[in-house]
Antibody
Framework: EVQLVESGGGLVQPGGSLRLSCVASGFSFSKYWMHWVRQAPGKGPIWVSRISGDGTSTTYADSVEGRFTTSRDNAKNTVYLQISGLRVEDTAVYYC???????WGQGTLVTVSS | EIVLTQSPATLSLSPGERATLSCRASQNINSYLAWYQQKPGQPPKLLIYDASYRATGIPARFSGSGSGTDFTLTISSLEPEDFAVYYCQQRTNWPAFGQGTKVEMK
């Protein structure tokens, strides 16, 4: 059974940093692209980034380019999202999703507030 | 940047009725369109991919159609569990989502 479990969210002050994690199980992790998607309260989902199965290729939405970094550790079946320079508008639930978005985690909430 | 526009914003229907949701892309995306259902507190759930293919385990009352710039999600007969928010997503280089259509009980 495919499972994706995010963690690392919390309350952070503007300008702060966080590293989110997504632990995967139930499939051959290193063979698949992984995505991060975020959803602000009451709003639609917004795609944030993706990373190739071997970790050598990453793509980011324009709105987060330069502040967000996606990486993965295939030995740990984990994908990461490093967020720096956090802004109030980054407040959202952050989801990881499998290559064709057929499996999603339950999300981790990031709240940016002073 | 490809923008997806969904209509209507809200659809008020009764169980057993037919729901027709629209998604329009700002430029040609061939059939690279997916539909999702989302309920409160849950992640989006994939219903339809490549415009018309049902994802694993999705009931036959859900169907998708369209290509190019105009797409439709049809729920042939609404069940109580179908009342939710529905999003379309284009799957070109930048997999952006539409703003959603809420299907609410009348």
């Amino acid at each position: 059974e495919v499972q994706l479990v995010e963690s690392g969210g919390g309350l952070v002050q503007p300008g702060g940093s966080l590293r989110l994690s997504c632990v995967a199980s139930g499939f051959s992790f290193s063979k698949y692209w992984m995505h991060w998607v975020r959803q602000a309260p009451g709003k639609g989902p917004i795609w944030v980034s993706r990373i190739s199965g071997d970790g050598t290729s990453t793509t980011y939405a324009d709105s987060v380019e330069g502040r967000f970094t996606t990486s993965r550790d295939n030995a740990k079946n984990t994908v990461y999202l490093q967020i720096s320079g956090l802004r109030v508008e980054d407040t959202a639930v952050y989801y990881c999703a499998l290559e064709v978005f057929d499996f999603w985690g339950q999300g981790t909430l990031v709240t940016v507030s002073s | 940047e490809i923008v997806l526009t969904q209509s209507p914003a809200t659809l008020s229907l009764s169980p057993g009725e037919r729901a027709t949701l629209s998604c329009r892309a700002s430029q040609n995306i061939n059939s690279y369109l997916a539909w999702y259902q989302q309920k409160p507190g849950q992640p989006p759930k994939l219903l339809i991919y490549d415009a018309s293919y049902r994802a694993t385990g999705i009931p036959a009352r859900f169907s998708g159609s369209g290509s190019g710039t105009d797409f439709t999600l049809t729920i042939s007969s609404l069940e109580p569990e179908d009342f939710a928010v529905y999003y379309c997503q284009q799957r070109t280089n930048w997999p952006a989502f539409g703003q959603g259509t809420k299907v609410e009980m009348k």
